[in-house]
């Protein structure tokens, strides 16, 4: 299979389910993998204070 194939497959969710970027840093902060982008903001800007 095509590196294309391979690619198309993720994206469509035929492999499993992969988790998305968002998701896997949100794990990386602790945060819930739903974070809303208003609660992911205030949480930034949280952290960039503490430095």
């Given at each position: ?21 968002d ?29």
């Amino acid at each position: 299979m095509t590196g294309e194939g391979r690619q198309t497959q993720r994206r469509s969710g035929q492999q499993g389910m992969m988790p998305t970027g968002d998701v896997v840093v949100a794990a990386a902060y602790g945060w819930p993998a739903d974070i809303s982008d208003e609660d992911t903001l205030a949480a930034l800007i949280e952290l960039n204070q503490k430095r």
